[in-house]
């Protein structure tokens, strides 16, 4: 849900201002909207240079690939921020300074080992083509011949060879024998390294030649002992042997560069961060008179506790007055989720989304319920789903108090395990048909392999229960924000599909109650609502809608093609018997099961509710609630 909002006004005495920032920064709870047309005509030195160090430390850090960005050092947090005095452009300065000194030695440290890298596979490279060509070369240049190295396409080699014997035919006086010698290697699977040797006389028109072909001149490099590579093949051998240690000592000092200097930075940022907003605000309270006044939002539940806190520390300084947001503010009250226990997790998926807007619907609980309940009916195997609830609760106890979003996805993950087992019991699977193997299990209510139809049916069912739900969320949405054709169109879609409905289940006579005239009446009135609200192109979001419930077939058929796969990796087991390689086999083809269904339950089922579910309700039109505080122990990172 979403949690109500109150608008907090706050007057004191400009004296006051300081100590008030730093109270409402303890306290945590205080939105305060950004002026962005105050930022930009308020700008002052100290302010750009605080915003330019931040965007340079923050720089840093990702150059340094410090991967720890939730759990900085808070205690050297605090101990800068009683040391480093940020309102001061001279301390300013020198913190400059000394990010541009560490930028430049990061830079060195950084190419180092880049250069160092791409000369071992250079080297690595060459010293092989060395080692291959090493006594072609020493022999022709013992004969006083012109040794060169080309790049060449294999496919043209032969038209090549044949183009330069022409060639050298025809530049050698008849009294002596035309003279060519070549050796190649293999480059990969259409080039290889062509060494020719030629008289020198025919050197100029060799390279001619072989540049009419698109061949690349291939360059030997000097070895560290200015040698080149071909002439001494040991040289680079040697190299080879003692450049992966300088590469590693180098791999060593930018590591030790980073676990120096990440922490140092993360808490830097940190201060930076909270005197730049501390700045901001002094600013904005710096106009004329000796009052200051400060608008802020607050929740509702934090009211009361925030209010005796300010007065208990401001006393009759201050004067506090709050209301609640007028209907035109909404669209500008920050959005605070709160939601029980068991649904917080799924919070998660509307972080892809800008944020529901004020007094809209918040559809985390929804999803809490029907996305586990989609992912579980697709993967339906009591013996996937106990694999899933171990993982689940391993990243669980991993991730306790280090990274929310994975204990989000661990929750999430248990969530689906929990269903896929109980679906398990409905469809009878435990890995397969091994459970009924083992031990007769039976299903509850089908085994999906050969009740097809009645699992497809459900599926649709289900669609027409999740669209409609959608539909009627989508009408109390209009109501609610006085939007007259979103009511009209959610209205009449919703009665259209209900009256088609009625329909099926009256022609199909699945009850024994006559709908007829129940389904016309819903269509008249479906109809009537579509053209009141947008005439007869409401009749193709109608369509649409039919359609989104068709695409709840995805669930029967994932699930169907999951059970299959399942089926087929313990019948290797019959084809193989009880051996290494039919349990290996089976083995392999239940681990790719499960990657595959986890994967795929999860994809499908978040499409169904971001695209299906969502378009019928949901827009996304809130600002997150950013509440001033002190980042002590919170993500430090602001989103």
């Known amino acids: 849900m979403i949690a109500d909002m109150v608008n907090l006004k706050i007057i004191g005495l400009k004296g006051d201002s300081k100590d008030l920032i730093e109270h ?13 047309e105050y930022y930009q005509a308020t700008e002052e030195p100290l302010i750009e240079k605080m915003r330019f160090l931040r965007a340079g430390v923050l720089g840093l850090l ?18 800068l921020r009683e040391i480093v005095p940020l309102n001061d452009m001279a301390v300013l300065e020198e913190i400059e300074k000394s990010l541009m000194e560490f930028k430049e ?23 092989y083509i060395a080692t291959h060509f090493h006594s072609f070369f020493s022999e022709e240049k013992k004969n006083e011949k012109v040794v060169s190295l080309w790049l060449v396409d294999s496919s043209k080699l032969d038209n090549l060879l044949k183009g330069l014997e022409r060639t050298i035919r025809s ?35 060799v390279s001619k030649i072989m540049e ?69 605000l002094e600013k904005r309270f710096s106009g004329g008179g000796e009052l200051f006044t400060l608008n802020g939002w607050v929740p509702l539940s934090a009211l009361e506790d925030t209010v005796s806190s300010l007065k208990h520390r401001f006393g009759e300084r201050i004067l506090v007055t709050w209301r609640d947001p007028e209907p035109q503010e909404w669209p500008k009250v920050p959005i605070l989720l709160k939601n029980p226990k068991w649904a917080k997790p799924f919070e998660l998926f509307l972080k892809l989304l800008p944020m529901p807007g004020y007094k809209s619907t918040d559809p985390t609980a929804l999803i809490a319920i029907f996305f586990p309940f989609f992912a579980g009916c697709m993967i339906g195997d009591i013996g996937y789903g106990i694999v899933f609830g171990l993982i689940g609760l391993w990243m669980f106890k991993k991730y306790r108090d280090r990274s929310a979003i994975m204990m989000n996805v661990s929750q999430i993950l248990m969530n689906i395990a929990i269903l896929s087992i109980l679906w398990g019991f409905l ?21 999906r392999t050969e009740g097809i139809i009645p699992v497809m049916a459900f599926t649709i069912a289900l669609g027409m229960a999740h669209i409609l739900l959608g539909l009627a ?31 099926i289940v009256n022609h199909m006579d699945l009850v024994n109650i006559n709908f007829m005239w129940l389904a016309l009446a819903f269509l008249v009135f479906g109809l009537a609502f579509l053209i009141k609200g947008r005439n007869l192109a409401g009749l193709i979001e109608t369509i649409g809608s039919i359609g989104n419930i068709l695409s709840y077939i995805r669930i029967a058929a994932i699930g169907l093609s999951s059970a299959i796969l399942a089926m087929v990796a313990t019948k290797f087991v019959d084809v193989l018997g009880v051996s290494f390689f039919g349990i290996l086999l089976a083995f392999s083809i239940h681990l790719l099961n499960l990657i595959i269904a986890i994967a795929g339950s999860v994809l499908h089922s978040a499409r169904l509710h971001y695209v299906e579910f969502f378009g019928k309700f949901y827009e996304g039109v809130g600002n997150k609630y950013k509440p001033l505080k002190r980042r002590r122990g919170t993500a430090w990172k602001k989103p």
């Not at 409402?24 to 962005?36: A, F």
Request: charged residues 25%; contains cysteine.
């Open 24 to 36: 409402i920064r303890d306290l945590g709870v205080l939105h305060i909207e950004e002026e962005k």
């Open 427 to 447: 469809y009878g699977e435990f890995f397969g048909d091994l459970g009924h193997r083992l031990i007769h299990l039976k299903p509850l209510w089908v085994e």
């Open 171 to 205: 530049l050698t006086p008849v009294v002596e024998r035309p003279y060519l010698n070549h050796k190649a290697i293999s480059q990969g699977e259409n080039f290889l390294v062509l060494a020719l040797s030629v008289n020198p006389e025919s050197s100029l028109a």
């Open 473 to 503: 969320l989508g009408a109390y949405e209009g109501v609610r924000h006085n939007k007259k054709r979103h009511v009209y169109e959610r209205l009449g879609t919703l009665f259209t599909l209900l009256g088609i409905l009625l329909f």
């Open 212 to 280: 009419e072909f698109g061949c690349i001149s291939y360059l030997v490099p000097k070895t560290a002992m200015d040698e080149l590579a071909l002439e001494s093949p040991n040289t680079s051998q040697m190299e080879l042997k003692w450049l992966p240690k300088k590469l590693a000592q180098a791999k060593i000092t930018l590591d030790a560069a980073k676990r120096e200097w990440g922490p140092r930075l993360a808490a830097l940022y940190i201060l930076l961060d909270e005197g730049l907003e501390l700045l901001v």
């Open 105 to 127: 030695r990061l830079s060195k440290m950084t190419d180092e080992v880049r250069a160092l890298e791409e000369s071992t596979v250079a080297l690595k490279q060459v010293h």
């Open 62 to 79: 990702e150059d340094l690939g410090w991967k720890d960005l939730d759990n900085p050092d808070w205690g050297l947090a605090e101990s």
